[in-house]
């Protein structure tokens, strides 16, 4: 099994920065991929960033440019830095592993294994 806590959620004013962390322990390795998601209220969960065992990154469009992915896999944690926050990014975001790893990137809930239990992030106008 494989643990996902993430953190760094919080209220931010409109065009603001916020840093999500995602800590993985447990069974995790190197080669999963790691990937970042978003609900608002009363939405379907949405599809924000991954980066894959092979440091491949995907963005979904609407967080393009504004939206960096990374890890640090000595610390097996993945980062969210979030810029130019509008208040449409307002959600609960999670954090996921997929163990199939290498080279997939994965968009879709389906494609991931194991997931955190979220962190709210809302953004004021």
Do not use: H
């Not at 993430?6 to 209220?11: R, V, Y």
């Not at 999500?20 to 608002?40: D, E, I, V």
């Not at 939405?43 to 469009?61: H, M, N, P, Q, T």
């Not at 979030?82 to 609960?92: F, G, H, I, Q, Y």
Request: charged share 20%.
């Amino acid at each position: 099994q494989v643990q996902l806590v993430e953190s760094g959620g919080g209220l931010v004013q409109a065009g603001g920065s916020l840093k999500l962390s995602c800590g993985a322990s447990g069974r995790t390795s190197r080669r999963y991929t790691m990937g970042w998601f978003r609900q608002a209220p009363g939405k379907e969960r949405e599809f924000v960033a991954a980066i894959s065992g092979s440091d491949r990154i995907l963005y979904a469009d609407s967080v393009k440019g504004r939206f960096t992915i990374s890890k640090d896999n000595a610390k097996t944690t993945v980062y969210l830095q979030m810029n130019s926050l509008k208040p449409e990014d307002t959600a609960v975001y999670f954090c996921a592993a997929d163990r199939s790893g290498g080279y997939s990137l994965g968009f879709r809930r389906r494609d991931y294994d194991y997931w955190g239990q979220g962190t709210q992030v809302t953004v004021s106008s």
